[in-house]
């Protein structure tokens, strides 16, 4: 049986999200910020999006932009729900950074040098730690980019183990939980195999 991913949301606004979790063999389930009944969904993925709003790390607004409340509501939810049933958890892009404010982690409101281009994404170099997700990735590897926040001070249980070469974290994992995030985007990175295998990997952690 294929293994089914939820994504708060429209199929309209995520349908790369859709064709990157098809590409993998699963199946992408759309919804608002309750989970089916009984959680029946294999997987929780938070895909990429405006800024969260900064008062929920603590911060006054001095650089975040395109806020979505309702979102940053419903996936902090959905989060709790899926954490607290030990199922694995995904963000890409806002996704890592909403993962590492529901952990109780802050967030660089503007980082230089990461946003996309005018015609496109900004491509740049990470290293991997030893870690789960080196397995996918290997030690070196060039990721596209697309964000100008980051996150800072880590929340509970995660750890860093992917940076880009001027220091900004690129890729989280929690040190107990079936937990991963980057801030980069495989759905649309154009080494595709590496996206399906990312994402392949990551779906074997549940139960």
């Given at each position: 049986?294929?293994?089914?991913?939820?994504?708060c949301?429209?199929?309209?606004?995520?349908?790369?999200?859709?064709?990157?979790?098809?590409?993998?063999?699963?199946?992408?389930?759309?919804?608002?910020?309750?989970?089916?009944?009984g959680?029946?969904e294999?997987?929780?993925?938070?895909?990429?999006?405006?800024?969260?709003?900064?008062?929920?790390?603590?911060?006054?607004?001095?650089?975040?932009?395109s806020?979505?409340?309702?979102?940053?509501?419903?996936?902090?939810?959905l989060l709790?729900?899926?954490?607290?049933a030990?199922?694995p958890?995904?963000?890409?892009?806002?996704?890592?950074?909403?993962?590492?404010?529901?952990?109780?982690?802050?967030?660089?409101?503007?980082v230089?040098?990461?946003?996309?281009?005018?015609?496109?994404?900004?491509?740049?170099?990470v290293?991997?730690?030893?870690?789960?997700?080196?397995?996918?990735c290997?030690?070196?590897?060039?990721?596209?980019?697309?964000?100008?926040?980051?996150?800072?001070?880590?929340?509970?249980?995660l750890?860093?183990?992917?940076?880009?070469?001027d220091?900004?974290?690129?890729?989280?994992?929690h040190?107990?939980?079936?937990?991963w995030?980057?801030?980069?985007?495989?759905?649309?990175?154009?080494?595709?195999?590496?996206?399906?295998?990312?994402l392949?990997?990551?779906l074997?952690?549940g139960r």
């Amino acid at each position: 049986m294929r293994k089914t991913v939820y994504i708060c949301g429209g199929p309209e606004r995520f349908a790369n999200y859709r064709r990157w979790v098809e590409a993998a063999g699963a199946r992408a389930v759309f919804g608002g910020g309750e989970p089916g009944p009984g959680l029946l969904e294999d997987a929780l993925l938070l895909p990429g999006g405006g800024d969260l709003e900064p008062w929920r790390y603590g911060q006054e607004n001095t650089a975040s932009r395109s806020l979505e409340p309702e979102r940053d509501e419903a996936e902090l939810r959905l989060l709790q729900a899926f954490t607290s049933a030990g199922k694995p958890v995904l963000g890409v892009c806002r996704g890592l950074q909403t993962i590492n404010v529901f952990f109780g982690g802050t967030l660089v409101q503007d980082v230089p040098g990461h946003g996309a281009w005018e015609d496109g994404d900004r491509l740049h170099g990470v290293r991997t730690a030893p870690s789960p997700l080196r397995s996918v990735c290997g030690r070196m590897l060039t990721v596209n980019s697309a964000h100008h926040q980051a996150a800072d001070r880590l929340g509970s249980g995660l750890q860093a183990v992917q940076w880009a070469e001027d220091g900004v974290i690129e890729a989280l994992c929690h040190r107990r939980l079936p937990v991963w995030a980057v801030q980069w985007h495989p759905e649309r990175l154009e080494d595709r195999a590496l996206g399906r295998r990312l994402l392949g990997t990551f779906l074997k952690l549940g139960r």
